[in-house]
Nanobody, 125 residues
């Protein structure tokens, strides 16, 4: 049974930093494509980071240079390091996983079958 549990959210002022964690059980994260999404109430889930099967990471322009995704394969934790946070980064952040290459390539939320419960990040100006 795949389980993803996020932690590390909170409130921070603009310009600050947070590190989100996603603890995985039931899978070896190195065998999966892992991703971080965020969602604002009333909007769809936006992918903010993706770690491919080969460990390579990609980011959208909205967070590139500010967010970094990393993984501890032994502890089975993926991280999202968020720097220079902006009020528009305020959202609920979710960890997601897929075992399928096509889903990883597509990168949209519906393609990922496994999700955590989310952790709230609030950035004040």
């Amino acid at each position: 049974q795949v389980q993803l549990v996020e932690s590390g959210g909170g409130s921070v002022q603009a310009g600050g930093s947070l590190r989100l964690s996603c603890a995985a059980s039931g899978i070896k994260i190195g065998d999966y494509c892992m991703a971080w999404f965020r969602q604002v109430s009333g909007k769809g889930r936006e992918r903010v980071a993706k770690m491919e099967f080969n460990g390579g990471t990609t980011y959208p322009d909205s967070v590139a240079g500010r967010f970094t995704m990393s993984a501890d394969y032994v502890e089975k934790i993926v991280y999202l390091h968020m720097n220079s946070l902006k009020p528009e980064d305020t959202a609920t952040y979710y960890c997601a996983a897929t075992a399928l290459q096509w889903a990883c390539d597509q990168g949209d939320a519906p393609a990922f079958p496994w999700w955590g419960q989310g952790t709230q990040v609030t950035v004040s100006s």
